[in-house]
């Protein structure tokens, strides 16, 4: 090896691991979170790892370890998507440094620990499964690790390397089932290899076996009574899903890693002319076996316990990696740097794989959040989704009330009760994905809730319709209303709650009569200096952001109007909520008609006020 390669080697490995940080940090926080992302969140917010084990990860369909380290990061950090998608990436960050060591140990060249850890961080799927706050980046890590602890232990079998491995096999199953697969064809390398030496191997898989065993009832339970029929989501065997799993795994174009790899497992076996299978790498043989037996075991198990996935399947990307490395060293130094910036090119402008689709989750939470007061109930019939709405809530504010009925309605089956969750309550939001499962609408009327809100719909998410809803308890005939603008508008019910950044304001509102024009409700903070000190403080639109315009209001019905008025750059002191009703007579508003409200002392009023508030 040249001595200046030695002297640059190392500048080399800490380009690869910008060039991987820039990848994966660059819009870290810029998509949604989706329903997986949201449940370990959720998982995660325990008050102490028994509840996380307990009560979230036994009773789903992966091993404990990263949910555990992420309820450690957050002891430390804060809860920004942003922090905790972080963690993922200093994970991956690791992964790359030990894919390096990795293709360093496997083939004896740091040149083929630079390309190896170069191929890892910039594929596409370790990228994608990177931006998500998941335990595949963990997958990976213990993968390479497993890979390079036993080769070490594979050269010279000492005490301390077979507790290394062991140690790190062990890793590799407490974080991914999946790494089983990859301990078996290590196994089975092995059992081929070392016929005649296979003590202190059966040693170090008897001792990863033993590390592992704490975990094997709950194992046993998520197979048996959690998931009976397999994963929900599991792909079919089918050749559109191996298509798709080989431009997943692989990369574009598939055939180029393909035949990277190919030269990676036989590039060695070609001599004078001819190919002498004896001359093959055993390490390319063994990342050759690691490959095809963990996919083929994969697609076996699909048959009888569907669990196929390209997320479970990524524990193959390590070893394919470090394989087409191998491959490409074997090249000369100009091909090589030729298909280097063919990779390059290839890692930055195409794409094999993208993250999933996302629901507009953080527009939905918004909206609830600015048109919720302390007297309203979120009804969460989200699915699975229904924990990235949570966490969005709860990073806007802490001042609003949700129940997961869905969620309970399935698991307490006939004791679930909505009578018992909505007694006392007046005041519904009810989100829903869907109408797939169960129609919760049908409900609410006969426990007295009337809908006072037309449909709020977003873009369908995976062909399932988003929509929100609003429901309220109306007032008895003869509870007369708290004030009347004009002749035409009666307010029966004004909520009002300070949230961190801004005042929600919730009103009920029945018209007198039909209305035949479109009418703005303005609702404003008051300085006590008198003035309104900042637009953002004040917000005139139609009812409900215009969602309820008045044009379309019966007379006699109740309909729910709200407006959310930014407080941030206030400053401390007493506000009057103010209330206002107008409309314009000509096109550009110069000239309005303000409806008087009843509580006006003189004719000079033009608003009235609701209530008086004092922002700290």
Known sequence: MPFGFLRWHWILVLAVLLLTATLQIVDLDKISLWADEGWTIAATLEDNPVDVLTEWVSIDVHPPLFFLELY?????????????????????????????????????????GILAAFIFGVHDLVNVLTQEVRHYPQQQLTVALTLWMFWRYYKRPTRERGIAF??????????????????????????????QQLK????????????????LPALYAQITYERPDGLPHALENSWLVYKTLAFQIMGI????????????????????????????NPASGLLFLIIVITTGLSIGFNEFYPTLSFRSLAVVIPPLAALAAFGLMLFRPRERLVLVIFVIVQSLFTTSAKPVERAPWPDVSRFLAQHSTEEDVILFELDTDEYNVEYYLNQQTDRVTFEHTETDRERLGSDYNLQ???????????????????????????????????????????????????????????VEPVLTVGESFALYRSDITIHPEWVTVNLLWQPQENLDDFYTVSVFLLHESGQILTPESQHDSYPLDGKSPTIDWTARQFYFDSHALMTEDLPAGQYKVGLKIYRPLNGDYSNLEILAPSDCADEACTYAILEVLTLE
């Not at 920004?80 to 083939?107: C, D, H, N, P, W």
């Not at 001599?271 to 093959?280: E, G, M, Q, S």
């Open 72 to 112: 450690v990061w957050r002891q430390f950090t804060g809860d920004t998507i942003f922090e905790m998608r972080y963690f993922s990436v200093l994970i991956t960050l690791l992964a790359t440094a030990v894919m390096y060591k990795t293709g360093q140990s496997l083939f004896n060249s740091k040149l083929a």
């Open 166 to 195: 062991t140690v790190a096999g062990a890793l590799l199953i407490w974080s991914h089932y999946w790494g089983g697969l990859v301990l078996i064809s290590i196994a089975i390398f092995t059992l081929i290899t070392r016929r």
């Open 200 to 215: 202190p191997y059966l040693l170090s898989f008897a001792g990863i076996g033993l590390l592992f065993a704490p975990w």
């Open 253 to 280: 174009p598939e055939f180029f890693w393909l035949a990277l790899a190919a030269f990676g497992l036989v590039g060695t076996a070609f001599t004078a002319n001819r190919f002498d299978w004896t001359k093959i």
């Open 420 to 478: 018992d969750v909505l007694r006392g309550e007046d005041s519904v939001w009810m989100a829903k994905l869907d109408w797939y499962y169960y129609d919760i609408r049908s409900d609410l009327t006969q426990l007295g809730f009337t809908q006072v809100s037309p449909v709020i719909a977003w873009d369908s998410y995976l062909g399932r319709p988003i929509e929100v809803i609003r429901y309220e308890r109306l007032p008895d005939e003869d």
